[in-house]
């Protein structure tokens, strides 16, 4: 649980690091439409590039405002911040250099050029190293995350293992025992087939298949048992019989002797 937990905690802030690098992209982007449009309408003083320009600015700052980067990073935080409020800066001066051109006030249009021209360059240059942060922020997680999956690989491979020696032992026990009272129950019929019935009686452990053949065959061996007994107990009867009528014989011979005797 707590590596499935690791994987979706390092997949959703790659996809937060994903989409903060568009959101960067698309934002320097806007930028650099900021620039040209201000560039072209100070070359050209043409309404379509002021529109242009009003729109990229309107762009620049929805994006802007509406950026969420890393929380958990103060770093990159304090650096957004900076693009904040130079950006705030960037547009002020390209508003004056604007202003300035529509007064013909040469002097103080190329002072507020090269100011925003300047606070361009601070501002390209921190969205540029936040993109990058970002980036070492998502091989970071990649790394992170190829870690916790390997570490789900081994424990997935050490579970298959041990369910597959469970199962393994369950399948011995279970054979085991089936077998054994099938084995006890041969070698108590070769006992019998060899003329032993004083076997003792199988233990009947369970009312399966195996339990009911069990009851069966001590009740063969009791059967045999009993049969047995009374074909002796006949046999000794029919023995007493015969020796009593040889004894009968040799008293009616003798007493025939007695009489020829006389």
Known sequence: IFLFININRSISRI?????SNVQLSRLSDELAATRTQMTDYLSTKSSESLGLFYEAEDNYNTLLDSMRLDEESEHVQMMLADVRHLSGSYLAACESALSAKRGRNIQKYKDSYDEA??????????????????????????????????SLEMVTLLVLALV????????LALTKALTDPLSILARQADEISAGN?????LEVRSEDEIGTVSAAFNEMVVSIRGYIEQLRTSIENENRMKEKELLMDAHLKEAELKYLQA
């Open 197 to 201: 019935f004083s076997v003792p009686a």
């Open 15 to 19: 996809d937060r690091v994903y989409l």
């Open 164 to 171: 597959t020696l469970t199962n393994l032992l369950i399948t």
């Open 117 to 150: 021209t300047r606070l361009y360059e601070y501002v390209s240059s921190y969205l540029y190293s936040l993109n990058n942060v970002q980036l070492g922020n998502n091989s970071t997680n990649y790394s992170a995350l190829r870690q916790s999956f390997h």
